[in-house]
């Protein structure tokens, strides 16, 4: 697998040196260097998606040293191999083809096929399954489907955590303004509330539950699958035939689906080659199909792949997940700002950011590269986070423009949002999206809303001024629709692969989720067993907490 130091590259120490020529640039210099600076640093895809990058401290030679050091680390050969099905996800031993996922005709995979002829079981894979997707969205969606007492089914429970989890659940409110008359609930904590609350609501007669985890094992997934399977055989008098109209596995373990008494036909499979942050456009998108219907899915997947070719066909000048990701390195390893944000301008949009943090840090936050070195010299993932504007503008904007630490921001909105435009609310939305990424680039350069002559002003003024050259884009949605989603959500995964590769790391493990779990389990054991902890087992702390916990609880009994 290629394994290649990014700061042994000449066009790292390139850009190093660069990075010194130009770090006390201001943004407001390099507009008015370039006249046309905003012409050369936006891009249009496909008259649906713009995005403004000129407000950054790069110039155009960034963006060549970046291309030479993406030619000098050989990522055309890294791309060649993900997609001719190499298993570049090293540590488990598996391809990385969630692009087929969404490439139904099989346009991309026709070039690859040719160096692994398994991958033509990929694209039966993909037709299969969405096949089965299709049939069984319109079953629910007409009421043919029936649950065990003859009646349609109303409410769809997706039990599932992190990637079975946040891509359909923030795609379905994404998506609020195509759903249909199903109620599609998400459960996905092991705190009891979360299952009960929606419990609560329901009834186990016209109740559909997708058990999606593609291992089948994780814990608050398999914990909450029981719960459910408890209320719907007690509601059925321990009838296990019930459980054949009421529980769907969405999985990569069929052993462990059928132990669980989810009927074979039942299944929809999440193929190997799909990581579980990258599973969205597979099987774990059918709570989402069922929500948007089928026709809507397809879209989705069209929007993806469209996204896909955009990033594979286009040079680095005119390719958004290239730009994105070569900025974020930019920041994050020459200027040290190691946070990033992602302001969404639309309540539907909400759950966006907190997908992103599992598709950023779970793929990119590293420290041992692709030989199995620990990186000491350079930073891997920043720290991603994210709010809804404008409500976050009146929470923590206030350190953005004025702290000691600048936050890169990707500002995000819809541009004809027909439905919701009452009172021009909508443009006072982007008035406000717009105002931010520029009071945030120029601070009060152009307005000086909060220069005043008078000298009894002046230390005031110090408080209320704003420096500005906070760095920041703007990716402007033209209408939240499938299509676009299914974009936006390609982009960022491209966006995550090209900085994985660049940094040297394996970006389709999660090993460091590992530890946290077994020791869990371990120290569950404890805190059900009152004669416990006489050895040191565990820290100090840990030995003391569970002790208070314990006899908290054994006394009550
Ligand atoms: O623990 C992390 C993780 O493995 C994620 O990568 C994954 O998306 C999530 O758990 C759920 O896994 P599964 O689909 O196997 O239940």
Redesign the pocket.
């Known amino acids: 697998m290629l394994d290649k130091n990014p700061i042994q590259m000449c066009c790292w120490k390139k850009l190093q040196d660069y990075y010194l020529n130009i770090k006390n640039f201001k943004i407001i210099d390099f507009f008015k260097k370039d006249k046309n600076r905003f012409e050369k640093f936006f891009i249009n895809f496909k008259n649906k998606i713009f995005l403004d990058f000129s407000k950054n401290l790069i110039d155009i030679k960034v963006i060549k040293l970046f291309n030479n050091l993406l030619k000098e680390m050989e990522f055309d050969k890294f791309i060649f191999l993900m997609l001719s099905g190499e298993k570049i996800n090293v540590t488990e031993k598996r391809s990385v083809l969630h692009i087929y996922s969404r490439d139904v005709k099989g346009g991309i995979l026709k070039k690859y096929y040719k160096n692994n002829n398994n991958l033509v079981y990929v694209l039966n894979e993909v037709t299969l399954n969405l096949k089965k997707i299709k049939k069984f969205t319109k079953e629910i969606i007409n009421g043919i489907w029936l649950g065990y007492s003859n009646c349609k089914i109303k409410n769809i429970v997706n039990i ?5 989890n946040l891509g359909p659940k923030m795609s379905v409110k994404f998506l609020s303004d195509y759903k249909n008359h199903l109620n599609i609930y998400y459960v996905s904590n092991v705190d009891v509330i979360d299952i009960k609350n929606i419990l609560s609501k329901i009834s186990p007669k016209n109740t559909l539950f997708i058990i ?7 814990l608050e ?1 398999m914990s909450n699958a029981d719960i459910a399977r408890d209320w719907v055989l007690n509601y059925y008098k321990n009838n296990l035939m019930s459980l054949k109209k009421h529980f769907i596995a969405v999985s990569n373990n069929f052993k462990k689906v059928y132990l669980f008494g989810i009927d074979k036909n039942n299944i929809f499979f999440i193929p190997e080659w799909i ?3 990258y599973s969205l456009f597979s099987s774990v998108g059918l709570s989402l199909s069922l929500s948007i219907g089928y026709k809507n899915f397809s879209l989705l997947l069209k929007g993806a792949h469209d996204m896909d070719k955009h990033f594979l066909n286009n040079n680095i000048y005119n390719n958004i997940p290239i730009i994105l990701a070569i900025i974020s390195i930019w920041y994050n390893n020459f200027f040290n700002y190691n946070n990033e944000l992602v302001l969404v301008y639309n309540k539907y949009m909400s759950l966006f950011p907190l997908y992103l943090q ?1 598709l950023v840090m ?1 793929s990119n936050g590293k420290y041992i590269d692709r030989g199995g070195n620990l990186i000491k010299e350079y930073n891997t993932s920043s720290v991603l986070f994210g709010g809804v504007g404008t409500d976050c503008q009146h929470s923590f904007f206030q350190l953005l423009h004025q702290g000691t630490q600048i936050i890169p921001c990707d500002f995000i909105g819809e541009i004809v949002n027909i439905k919701n435009n009452i009172n021009k609310s909508h443009y006072k939305l982007i008035s406000n999206l717009f105002a931010q990424s520029h009071a945030l680039a120029f601070g009060d350069e152009y307005c000086n809303y909060f220069r005043h002559d008078s000298c009894e002003y002046d230390i005031l003024n110090k408080y209320k001024y704003f420096k500005g050259n906070r760095p920041n884009n703007i990716l402007l949605i033209k209408n939240i629709t499938p299509y676009s989603l299914g974009s936006i959500i390609s982009l960022y995964e491209h966006k995550v692969f090209i900085q994985g590769f660049i940094l040297n790391i394996f970006s389709f493990d ?1 090993w460091g ?1 590992e530890l946290g ?1 077994k020791i869990s389990n371990n120290i569950y054991y404890y805190l059900n067993n009152s004669n416990v902890l006489n050895k040191n087992i565990f820290d100090k702390s840990t030995m003391n907490l569970i002790k208070i916990f314990n006899n908290f609880n054994f006394k009550k009994k």
């Open positions: 599932g955590i992190g990637g079975s999606c985890s593609k291992t089948f094992t994780t997934t990581g579980g942050r599992q779970e999660q989720v779990k």
